[in-house]
């Protein structure tokens, strides 16, 4: 069968201080898909679109209803929120990319399982979520001392700019462990960052933190949550892209406006996938637990 793609509106102007329009994000993700289409493949997808531009709040969009041609993978999966069944999208290849860009989404956002593993994730996941008063090298010393502690338990973590105001913290368990137990495992690691420093906290509620308080969030370990993928763009100003780390690299001085899709694709095939850990041999948790608590 012929995979057939109608590229559409792609002179439509998506960042209007930059001038970048719908084809030059589809552009990019042509470009990279090599680097996202591993950490995109067999996940449902939450579609966040944009089909206005940056200026535009955008939607949610999970249910594929009748949008998907007939060459598209997707998953029904039971939402008990809703008491119904939801079609979500799967990103398998570079046309199922471009198809889901050309719907106006400029950043993709999978599950942290795969369909045929629900319920396991291949990671467990650290958001350190900055207020607006916050500045980048605080996120930076909240990373530092997370990384501290991943070393203390012996726990290989891999950093990547959210192409927002924060950075994410992706620890492997290869499925190994429920969605539960990674979430409980995020807390400890979250509480120990926060008895660390006080400018942290697992306050989620903006109103009830305390002034330029950090949070650091384990509540993305839950089925159905999800982050920007790495290598994925951003709908923010500069057209910032979720980028991969060198820990060496965690240090004063980093923005995430140094990455955008106008630049990244040299840095990628230089420095190679720095994400593929997230995807590898998976962490021992009671292991890990033993050593934290020495």
Same mark, same amino acid.
């Given at each position: 069968?012929?995979?057939?793609? &109608? ?5 439509? *102007? ?59 993978? &997707? ?6 929120? &809703? ?87 992706? *620890? ?28 942290? &906290? ?80 998976? *962490? ?11």
């Amino acid at each position: 069968m012929v995979k057939q793609l &109608t590229l559409t509106h792609l002179d439509k *102007i998506y960042w209007p201080d930059e001038k970048i329009t719908k084809g030059d994000i589809i552009n990019y993700y042509e470009s990279v898909s090599k680097f996202i289409l591993p950490y995109l493949k067999n996940r449902p997808l939450s579609l966040k679109r944009n089909p206005n531009g940056i200026r535009d709040n955008g939607f949610y969009h999970k249910d594929a209803g009748d949008i998907a041609p007939v060459w598209m993978k &997707t998953a029904d999966i039971y939402a008990e929120s &809703t008491n119904k069944i939801v079609h979500y999208l799967v990103c398998n290849d570079v046309r199922s990319l471009l198809f889901i860009a050309n719907l106006g989404c400029i950043e993709m956002n999978p599950w942290n399982s795969v369909v045929d593993k629900l319920d396991n994730p291949d990671y467990i996941v650290i958001d350190i979520d900055p207020s607006d008063k916050n500045s980048f090298n605080e996120v930076i010393d909240v990373a530092l001392v997370l990384k501290e502690i991943l070393e203390k338990g012996k726990l290989s973590g891999f950093c990547k700019t959210s192409g927002a105001s924060g950075l994410h913290v992706y *620890i492997p368990c290869n499925k190994k462990y429920a969605y539960e137990e990674a979430r409980d495992f995020a807390r400890i690691l979250a509480t120990l960052v926060t008895e660390k420093l006080p400018t942290t &906290t697992l306050e989620r509620s903006l109103s009830k933190r305390k002034k330029n308080q950090i949070y650091v969030d384990y509540l993305q370990n839950s089925r159905g949550q999800t982050l920007a993928s790495a290598y994925s763009a951003r709908p923010k100003p500069g057209a910032t892209v979720s980028t991969p780390l060198e820990w060496k690299e965690v240090k004063h001085g980093l923005l995430p406006s140094d990455f955008t899709i106008k630049n990244v694709l040299k840095r990628f095939n230089k420095k190679g996938d720095l994400f593929k850990g997230t995807l590898g041999k998976g *962490i021992d948790i009671p292991k890990a637990l033993s050593l934290l608590i020495k």
